[in-house]
C-alpha cells in the first residue's frame, strides 16, 4: 500500500533556531500533500496544502513565512518551522494520497515531535 | 463550512460490552474516513467510506456511512484492551471526486478496561 515516510521521529530545538520536516512518498507520487498540527489531547488541525510546483496554499491563522513549505518534486515536501519558539512545540504529521490507484485515503506520515526549549 | 462533530468524546468500556461511536458532519460530503491513534503515534487507517449506505467490517470494528444523514457510526462488539486507543473520524471537504482536506472530530478516547 502507499507509504508516506516522515523525518525526523523527534526534534529538539532551541528558540530562535529553524527546524525542517521532509515528508515523502515511497511508492507513489503525490502532486498534494497535507500538513498538520496536533497539540496535546487535541485532534488534528490543517494547516497547509503543498502543491508541487506551486505555492502552498495556507489556513487561516497560519502563518506561511514562520511556516515554509517546499514541494519541489513528486515525492517530497518540507516544512520548516523558521524562528522557532515554545508555542510552536507540537506533533507535525503530514499525509498525502496515492491519486494513481483506486481511491483508498489519504496515508499519513509518522509525525515529528517538536519541542522548542 | 464544513465542521465534524464526534461524540462520545470519552468512552470508558468493559471488555465484552458493544458501543457505538457517532460522527456527524454539517455540509454535503461523499467521503468519510475513520482512523486510529495510539498514544505518541500517528493516525492508522480503519475505514474508507464512499458511498451512502457503505458498511465496512475489520475484527470487532464495524463502520457504516449515511450521506443524507450526514452520519457516520463506529460499532465496536465485543471489545478487548487492545482496542483501547483515540478514534478520529474525517470528511474530506470536497464533493464529487476531487481532492479536498480533511476536516477531522475532536476524537473519542476509548479505554477499554478488564
Known amino acids: 500500500g502507499a507509504v508516506v515516510s516522515q523525518h525526523p521521529s523527534w526534534v529538539i530545538c532551541k528558540s530562535g533556531t529553524s527546524v525542517k520536516i521532509e515528508c515523502r512518498s515511497l511508492?507513489?507520487?503525490?502532486?498534494?500533500m497535507f500538513w498538520y498540527r496536533q497539540f496535546p489531547k487535541q485532534s488534528l488541525m490543517l494547516m497547509a496544502t503543498s502543491n508541487e510546483g506551486s505555492k502552498a496554499t495556507y489556513e487561516q491563522g497560519v502563518e506561511k513565512d514562520k511556516f515554509l513549505i517546499n514541494h519541489a518534486s513528486l515525492t517530497l515536501s518540507t516544512l520548516t518551522v523558521t524562528s522557532a519558539h515554545p508555542e510552536d512545540s507540537s506533533f507535525y504529521i503530514c499525509?498525502?494520497?496515492?491519486?494513481?490507484?483506486?481511491?483508498?485515503?489519504?496515508?499519513f506520515g509518522s509525525g515529528t515531535r517538536l519541542t522548542v526549549v | 463550512e464544513l465542521k465534524v462533530e464526534q461524540n462520545p468524546l470519552f468512552l470508558s468500556m468493559q471488555e465484552g460490552k458493544n458501543y457505538t461511536i457517532y460522527c456527524n458532519y454539517s455540509?454535503?460530503?461523499?467521503?468519510l474516513y475513520w482512523y486510529r491513534q495510539d498514544p505518541g503515534k500517528s493516525l492508522e487507517s480503519l475505514f474508507v467510506?464512499?458511498?451512502?449506505?457503505a458498511v465496512k467490517q475489520e475484527g470487532r470494528l464495524m463502520a457504516s456511512l449515511d450521506t443524507k444523514a450526514r452520519l457516520s457510526t463506529l460499532h465496536i462488539t465485543a471489545a478487548v484492551h487492545d482496542l483501547s486507543a483515540t478514534y478520529f473520524c474525517a470528511v474530506d471537504d470536497s464533493y464529487g471526486g476531487s481532492q479536498g482536506n480533511l476536516i477531522f472530530g475532536k476524537g473519542t478516547k476509548l479505554s477499554v478496561k478488564p
Open positions: 511508492d507513489f507520487q503525490a502532486t498534494t
Open positions: 455540509t454535503t460530503s461523499d467521503r
Open positions: 467510506l464512499l458511498s451512502n449506505g
Open positions: 499525509s498525502a494520497s496515492d491519486q494513481g490507484r483506486d481511491w483508498r485515503g489519504y496515508t
